[in-house]
């Protein structure tokens, strides 16, 4: 028997609460996330919208704002309580990401706002409000957040996102350090760097992937996921997005990484937008990150389909 001793793990942060994408095409983008991808609109404020997947416990995880161009406006991450809270701030602060509050938003409260080294805006808050269906979206099952009324593709609830970062091991270093994420699996190809890593903040294959930017800039998103129940419901997805005229750019398949089985399209704004399903569960305290290669069947999928080059070329903001 042998004992791994290791920094004491933070559990600190609970989840991937929300994320804000911007569109150069606010009511086309908006139409599709609703319409197509499934979300319900809750509200519209300041110029935004905000919505949510029906398995979503939070009144809201997606607010989408127009802007100039795609991209991600900022991603917030959920506290354990607010004592977790303050220490995370501490924390950011010794590690050098200074940032302010913000009095809250639609669905929660006070955040402290900063920008991860990669570039990203990014806030961590604790109040927030529980979405509490009414009418036909009462469940029938007293422990569900909503009854199952599908619209398109019926995205579930928010589960996680893909961001670029010019340097893969300072950003995720900085959030293993400062926030508590945990490294679950990272990528070394043969004669290069690291050129990704998925991280989680309690047992889940991945909150946050983190994969390495070619070009000379940062902040740039890659994509972001909602969850499905089963693989059935991706390939559901793909019959919906086909019939709904939106093209299908990757999948669906299944990642080797994180065993998610997955599909790809691009939002009419410029955003990618995953359809994910499953993933690795870890239980382990001292899971041991796991080191891919080329070389150590490290496909970029589990099946080998081959990867689009728009899956490694195009991003958000889209470079001029």
């Given amino acids: 028997m042998s004992t791994t001793h290791s920094e004491e793990p933070v559990y600190d942060l609970a989840q991937l609460g929300h994320a804000e994408l911007l569109t150069p095409v606010y009511e086309d983008s908006l139409r599709f996330f609703v319409d197509v991808y499934g979300l319900d609109l809750v509200a519209e404020e300041g110029g935004s919208a905000y919505l949510r997947g029906w398995g979503d416990t939070e009144l809201t995880t997606l607010k989408l704002t127009p802007a100039a161009r795609a991209g991600l406006g900022h991603v917030g991450w959920r506290a354990v309580s607010a004592q977790a809270l303050d220490r995370r701030v501490a924390a950011l602060r010794e590690a050098g990401l200074d940032g302010d509050w913000i009095d809250g938003d639609v669905g929660h409260g006070k955040a402290f706002r900063f920008r991860a080294p990669s570039g990203q805006l990014m806030e961590i808050y604790y109040e927030s409000e529980k979405y509490r269906p009414t009418g036909e979206k009462r469940p029938y099952l007293p ?19 893909n961001i670029l970062a010019p340097d893969v091991p300072e950003t995720r270093d900085v959030m293993a350090r400062a926030l508590g994420f945990k490294l679950r699996e990272y990528l070394v190809p043969p004669g290069q760097g690291e050129v990704g890593a998925w991280m989680s903040l309690m047992n889940k294959a991945h909150d946050l992937a983190i994969t390495r930017e070619s070009a000379p800039t940062s902040g740039r998103l ?18 919906t997005f086909s019939q709904l005229g939106r093209p299908i750019e990757f999948g669906p398949a299944k990642h080797s990484r994180t065993q998610g089985f997955f599909l790809y399209v691009i939002e009419p704004g410029g955003n990618r937008i995953e359809v994910f399903s499953g993933g690795i569960h870890i239980y382990a305290p001292d899971w041991e990150a796991v080191r891919w290669t080329t070389e150590a069947g490290g496909r970029s999928t589990a099946w080998g389909l081959d990867v689009p080059p728009s899956f490694h070329a195009h991003a958000t903001p889209v470079l001029d």
């Fill in 143 to 161: 422990n569900q957040p909503q009854a199952e009324i599908h619209r398109g593709v019926g995205a579930q609830r928010i589960d996680h996102l």
């Fill in 222 to 239: 890659h994509h972001l996921a909602y969850a499905v129940e089963n693989r059935e419901d991706v390939l559901r997805a793909a019959d």
